[in-house]
C-alpha cells in the first residue's frame, strides 16, 4: 500500500501549491472540502462532486456515529463503499459538534458525555471513542479529538482548553495506532493568542502528525481577527506538512486563508447556500429568489462552465426556487460547489506561476465591480 505524503510545488509569498498522496488517490493544495455532513453532499451525486473538480470530501464523525452508527457502516464496507466516493475522505473527530451542545453535555479529562439532538440517547466521545469510530468508518484523514470553545472567552479559559487539548491529542495519537496510508492530523488551538498557539504548536509537533489543523476559528471572531491570527499561526506549524484550517468558509475568507499560508479549507457554505437560493459568481453574490432575476435570460455567470449557467437562465433558476423545486438545490449547489473548485484551481495556477499577488488583486476588483444582494 502506498503512504501518506506531502510534496510542495512552488510558493508564492506565503502563498503555497503542492500534493497530497494518498493510496485513494491525490489531493491537490490549495484544496477546498464539500461537506458530506450525513455521508452525502446535500442535493449532488458523488459523481457530480467529483466533476466540480473536488478531490477530498469530509464526512462527520458525530452524526455518523449516532445515525447510521459507525459499526454500521463498518458492516456495510466503510464510509468509501457506503456512499460511493472512492477517492480520499477527511472525517472531522465530533469535538467541535459535541462542543455546541452547550447544555446538552458534561465535559471532564476523560471526554465528553452528551445526549443526541436526534432521540435524547446518553453518549460518551473520548479521544480513543473518536479514533476507533473514524477507523470503522475507514477515513483516510482522521482528526485529533480536541475541544473548541467558541469566541471571545478570556484567556485563562483558552489556555485551559488548548492544555486540554493537546493531552487529548497525544491521547488520540496513542490510540491511533500504526496505520499504513492513513493520516492523523494534530489540531492547533489558543484562541487569539499567539503565545497559547505557539505552545500548541509546539506540543503537537512534539507529538508529531502528518498534518496539522489550524483549529479554533470561523466560531465567531470575524475576519479581521481570524487573518490576525492567521498571520502567524499556519507559521508555527511545520512547512513541510499540510495545513488545514476547519470550518472556512467564504470565498474571500478562503483566499485570505491561502495567502496566509494555509493548504486545506471546508465548509458548509456553499451547499448550504445553494439550497437557501444564495450563488457565489466573480461579481459577488446574488439572491436567486430576488424579482430582479424573473425575466433575466442570462446565466447565472457568463464564464462559468457549470450545468447551471450551461442549460438554464436566472429566470428558470428563480422560477424553480420560488417554486420550491427539487432541480432548484441540485443546480444552485451544483454551481457554488464548482464556483469554488474553480476558485482552489485559478489559485493553484497562480501560485505555481509566481503570479499569486495580481490574481488575488484581480479576485477583489472583479468582486467589487459586482454587487451583492441582499438575502
Known amino acids: 500500500m502506498s503512504t501518506f505524503s506531502f510534496e510542495l510545488a512552488a510558493t508564492d509569498g506565503r502563498a503555497r501549491t503542492g500534493t497530497i498522496s494518498t493510496p485513494r488517490g491525490d489531493i491537490r493544495t490549495p484544496a477546498f472540502m464539500p461537506v458530506g455532513t450525513a455521508a452525502t453532499v446535500k442535493a449532488m451525486l458523488p459523481g457530480s462532486v467529483r466533476e466540480t473538480g473536488a478531490d477530498i470530501l469530509l464526512g462527520n464523525t ?52 452528551f445526549k443526541s439532538h436526534i432521540d435524547g440517547s446518553k453518549h460518551n466521545l473520548t479521544p480513543e471513542r473518536s479514533m476507533e469510530i473514524q477507523r470503522l468508518l475507514g477515513s483516510d484523514i482522521v482528526m485529533c479529538f480536541d475541544e473548541c470553545p467558541a469566541l471571545p472567552a478570556d484567556r485563562d479559559r483558552i489556555a485551559q482548553s488548548m492544555e486540554l487539548s493537546m493531552r487529548w491529542a497525544a491521547r488520540s495519537r496513542a490510540a491511533f495506532g500504526d496505520r499504513p496510508g492513513h493520516a492523523l492530523f494534530g489540531i492547533q488551538q489558543g484562541g487569539l493568542e499567539e503565545d497559547l498557539r505557539g505552545r500548541s504548536a509546539e506540543a ?11 483549529g479554533g476559528l470561523a466560531v465567531g471572531e470575524g ?19 499540510p495545513r488545514y484550517l476547519m470550518g472556512v468558509g467564504k470565498p474571500d475568507d478562503i483566499v485570505g486563508a491561502v495567502a496566509r499560508g494555509i493548504d486545506m479549507m471546508d465548509c458548509v457554505l456553499p451547499s448550504r447556500s445553494g439550497r437557501t437560493g444564495q450563488v457565489f459568481t466573480r461579481h459577488g453574490v446574488l439572491n436567486i429568489k430576488n424579482a430582479r432575476h424573473m425575466d433575466d435570460p442570462r446565466p447565472l455567470d457568463e464564464n462559468c462552465g457549470c450545468p447551471a449557467c450551461r442549460g438554464y437562465s436566472r429566470a428558470y433558476l428563480h422560477h424553480v426556487f420560488r417554486s420550491q423545486e427539487i432541480i432548484s438545490s441540485m443546480l444552485l449547489t451544483w454551481h457554488n460547489l464548482h464556483y469554488y473548485q474553480d476558485l482552489m484551481a485559478g489559485m493553484r495556477e497562480a501560485i505555481a506561476a509566481g503570479a499569486f499577488e495580481a490574481w488575488q488583486a484581480d479576485f477583489h476588483a472583479g468582486r467589487a465591480q459586482g454587487d451583492i444582494e441582499p438575502l
Not at 66 to 78: F, Q, S, V, Y
Not at 88 to 111: C, H, N, Y
Not at 204 to 214: D, M, P, Q, R, T
Not at 223 to 241: I, S, T, V, W
Request: net charge negative.
Open 223 to 241: 475576519q479581521e481577527a481570524m487573518f490576525g491570527c492567521l498571520d502567524y499561526a499556519p507559521a508555527q506549524l511545520p512547512a513541510d506538512k
Open 62 to 113: 458525530y452524526h455518523l456515529m449516532l445515525r447510521p452508527t459507525a459499526e454500521r457502516i463498518d458492516a456495510l464496507g466503510g464510509l468509501h463503499k457506503f456512499m460511493n466516493w472512492d477517492r480520499p475522505i477527511l472525517t472531522d473527530s465530533g469535538g467541535f459538534q459535541v462542543m455546541s451542545l452547550a447544555g446538552l453535555r458534561k465535559l471532564t479529562e476523560e471526554g465528553v458525555t
Open 204 to 214: 503537537l509537533v512534539e507529538i508529531g502528525f502528518e498534518g496539522y489543523a489550524v
